[in-house]
């Protein structure tokens, strides 16, 4: 759709509703600039929904972490977190907001530290399960991308597919 | 000017500046960096002045003994003075929150909060923040289009450092950041696009949809918060859970990067031949005011030059090169204008100077008709 000045694409588009009638603009930045329609620089979709998810957040009142004593309500507030420990402890809650800021997938798939599980395969203080997760979590990491994998594939994202493969690939044979 | 601790060399080496790199001529540089923190700390924003005082002696002795370019600085910011810390927030090795202190800092934090930065020298590619957000934010930085060569470096930085720290990592959710929206991999592949051709046209809004539409996003020549400045916009990912780093880089990459770069050049390409009068206007207007002006503020000199680098990679403009025009865009900041001078400037006092500064510089710069 052309802007009003003809010249260049309508990329702003103002509906107004007043006194039950409906007005509608369609117009270019330059010509939005002229009207006095600020145009906010771009806030990323993500940050937004992040943002919005918070805002409806629930959350007991009193839910505290007990590794630092933050407050879901202080997590809500400054939109962060206080330690390691609140993952676990605010994890039903924040599962959903993950999901939703993350692209439906609130299970990480990627790089583990090297180091430590080093130390773990000779018998250090922490096991490997536990940085890798035990048989069942790796088992649902591998479904669900072989879910995004038959995705992408139906999709024709065959570049894509092939990255998934790769990923497949390489957490099947646990080179973490 | 405060001379204390270590100081950046005035000849600057910063690799992302030099030009020339894959896809240069569209993108400038690219970056990756990942956020980590450590087991048995509160992450910043709630630890206390001591536990970030330990965070960083820990971090900075691990960082100064693994080994990740042939020389480290380690800037202790807290006693670092106001004038070298937005050096290095200009030459993007700091965030410009983490230069003023106030990084992850729930109680608005400042200048004396314990915390730091180490740099690879002489080609500033990797920098290493302590007690930014996260406590270790570890970044390296190439020019043009090498997300992978920038990732294979970090990947290694990251594995070294790590060696001797044991960090905050659960197999749910990956490396567990003071944001949920970095954990899982920590990761943000950005890069910085040039895009005066697009935005002449009109069209960034499409480049921010496109990219909106991927889940990235896009902001401007200093980052998180930042406006566009000389035609400058970053794009960078916004998903770091459910996606392992190569799919993340693969995506951006792959997915998007190639449609804005030939979109550009397209664009370019198209004003050159069909507009060419036009475009050789606009951009000998540019070199007229850099060189002829008395006076000149910052967003202003970033706007002409933007001008001037769209000539050189068009071979429009002789006389300067693509490196010399990079690297006139950090000159020509606040910080790095009184380093050039050599004492600190009032507002006006900058004006005046770098209006000198582009007059001297520019001289020899002309446009072709």
Known sequence: MLCECGEREATIHEVVIRNGKRYEKHLCEQCAAKHGIKIQPSVPSGELLAKFMLSKAVGAPGATCPGCGLTWAEFKKHELLGCPRCYQAFESRLS?????????????????????????RHGGEVSVEELV??????AERLGALRQQLEEAVNAEQFERAAQLRDEIRRLSTAEL | ?????????YESKTEWLRGGGESGDVVMSSRVRVARNLVGFPFVSRCKRTDKQQVLDVCRSRVLA???????????LQGTGKFERSLLAERQLISRQHAKGKAGCVCGGGPDEPRGVAVGVPTERLSVMVNEED?????????????????EQLDEADDRIEGGLTYAFSPRFGYLTACPTNVGTGVRFSVMLHLPALRMRGQIDKVRRAAGDLSLAVRGFFGEGSEALGDFYQISNQTTLGKSESMIMHELEHEILPGVIEYERAERAALVSKRRGSLTDTIGRAIGVLRHAKLMAVDESMQLLSMVRLGVVTGLVRGVSEGEANHLMLLTQPAHLQHTVGRELTQDQRRVERATLMRQALAGAECSS
Not at chain 1, 133 to 138: P, T, Y
Not at chain 2, 66 to 76: K, M, V, Y
Not at chain 2, 136 to 151: D, S
């Open chain 1, 96 to 120: 959903p907001l993950l999901e939703r800021t993350h692209g439906g997938v609130a299970r990480h798939v990627g790089k583990a530290p090297k180091g430590a599980l080093e130390r773990a």
């Open chain 2, 135 to 151: 406590h270790l934010r570890i970044q390296v930085m190439c020019a043009g289009l090498a997300l992978r060569e920038a990732w």
């Open chain 1, 133 to 138: 997760g035990s048989a069942e979590e790796q």
């Open chain 2, 66 to 76: 693994a080994g990740l370019a042939p020389s480290i600085l380690f800037f202790d």
């Open chain 2, 1 to 9: 000017m405060d001379g204390r601790g270590p100081s950046l060399a």
